[in-house]
């Protein structure tokens, strides 16, 4: 892995394959080997067949959609867990997982600043690690579900009455989350012009006539860092009118909340107190190897109120005394790998300092970049937040010419996006690689692309 990950980090490989639809199909057999096969002989194929199928997600210029970085602390952990092999669904089939993830969910709350009682040390909230936003967002749908319905939204004659709301900016797995729980599609509110920000009181108008006409307001959903753009919704403004109205606020802040890790970007956690529940994705930007979400609420009877269901084979003495947790009830599945020792690992091999400077790092090179197109004649910066820079170039015609010509080069990744209704470019820096060189490699390929093509057409691209 050392020798693949110093490949990346020299850019001696391509960031995305050059192979054609099905070429793996058909280069290995159709049925399962008779006979055992060697450890050996798996590893070689692996090189051999699989990765050059691969998009490097780990690559210094792989720079699209958000990143999903890892670190040698969480591979380790990874191994470990494997070997371990245990299954943590409740305390008693695994305390150390369970306790484990109670004790790293804290201190990640404690280094993001979240409030108190989104800790389990509160006695009335907590984390848990759930494999992805999209889980988060469904386990926060039940339980808001069940909290404005006590318990009834399920029930003859509800169909149709519960409402969420977001922004068309919300992550498509917002919209997901809605159809799985039975609501059809969100309520979709009005976002403050030009800046892709929920409109609070558009939220308070709808809510309002909602009610008027016997629809039960359940659940808001608001982004900090939506996909598209990283606008960050206001959430002081939303959650004061979600606590009025008792509606469950949840904040979706997969890509964005790592970075308030930083006390400089701290303020992107305004008004988190008065959420519900908050997701971040630490295998997006916190060195945390895929899958790895935390979901915290600060009512995880909630939680527990909407999806515990316990058959005599999932009792126990632990179980019946309420004195332990046990996170089958906090998650969709029911069984659950050990994904805390990939957290603790992290957590400690780099120190919340170490995991501040990755940030500022991956900022610090997207402000690079931005200054390069700033500076630019025929170029337009579009976006810069975060580690994220969207730009065009001066006519629409030019901006998709130059994301088809980055679409054909192995040798960065870019991804297009929609700013105002016209085509731009999407980077967005989170590779543990990616260093200056990295922005001026990639700055000199976009803009060879756009301004001086056959160059690069010479040279096979
Ligand atoms: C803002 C936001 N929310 C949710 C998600 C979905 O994340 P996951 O793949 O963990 O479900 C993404 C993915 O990029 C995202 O950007």
Request: hydrophobic share 40%; charged share 20%.
């Amino acid at each position: 892995m050392i020798a693949h990950w110093q490949a990346l980090a020299a850019r001696e490989v391509p960031v995305t394959p050059q192979c054609a639809p099905g070429s793996l199909r058909t280069a290995l057999p159709s049925a399962a080997p008779e006979q055992p096969e060697s450890l050996g002989e798996m590893l070689a194929d692996t090189w051999k067949f699989v990765v050059p199928g691969l998009t490097h997600w780990q690559h210094p210029a792989f720079l699209g959609y958000f990143p999903t970085n890892n670190s040698p602390a969480s591979v380790l952990a990874e191994f470990v867990t494997a070997g371990l092999g245990v299954q943590g669904m409740m305390w008693s089939t695994s305390p150390a997982a369970t306790e484990l993830e109670q004790v790293v969910t804290d201190w990640l709350a404690q280094a993001l600043g979240l409030p108190e009682a989104f800790r389990h040390s509160s006695g009335r909230g907590g984390g848990v690690i759930q494999d992805s936003a999209s889980s988060a967002v469904l386990v926060a749908t039940a339980a808001a579900l069940h909290r404005a319905s006590q318990g009834r939204w399920r029930a003859a004659g509800t169909e149709g009455r519960y409402r969420m709301y977001c922004t068309e900016r919300a992550h498509s797995s917002v919209f997901k989350g809605c159809r799985i729980a039975g609501l059809g599609e969100p309520q979709l509110i009005a976002t403050l012009p030009g800046t892709g920000r929920m409109d609070p009181d558009a939220l308070g108008a709808r809510i309002d006539s909602d009610r008027k006409d016997g629809f039960v307001p359940a659940l808001v959903v608001a982004t900090v860092g939506t996909t598209d753009t990283c606008a960050v919704d206001p959430v002081p403004d939303i959650g004061r009118r979600c606590r009025q109205e008792d509606v469950w606020l949840h904040v979706d802040a997969a890509y964005a909340g790592s970075a308030a890790l930083c006390p400089e970007y701290r303020h992107l956690h305004d008004g988190i107190d008065l959420a519900d529940s908050y997701a971040v994705n630490a295998h997006k930007w916190m060195r945390t190897g895929t899958p790895c979400d935390v979901l915290w609420t600060s009512d995880s009877a909630a939680l527990t109120d909407a999806m515990s269901i316990a058959p005599a084979y999932l009792r126990n003495a632990a179980t019946d005394s309420g004195r332990v947790v046990d996170f089958r009830d906090w998650q969709v599945p029911l069984g659950r790998p050990m994904r805390a020792l990939k957290l603790w690992y992290v957590m400690r091999a780099h120190g919340v300092q170490g995991l501040r400077e990755a940030i500022r790092h991956d900022i610090g090179l997207a402000d690079r970049l931005a200054r390069l197109i700033t500076a630019e004649p025929g170029f337009h910066l579009e976006v810069h937040e975060l580690g994220l820079v969207i730009f065009r170039r001066d006519t629409d015609e030019d901006t998709r010419d130059l994301i088809s010509r980055l679409q054909t080069d192995p040798t960065l990744l870019c991804t297009p996006a929609t700013v105002g209704g016209r085509p731009a470019v999407r980077a967005a820096f989170g590779s543990p690689y990616a260093d200056a060189d990295t922005v001026r490699y990639v700055w000199e390929r976009i803009r060879t692309h756009a301004q001086d093509p056959e160059q690069l057409s010479a040279c096979g691209v």
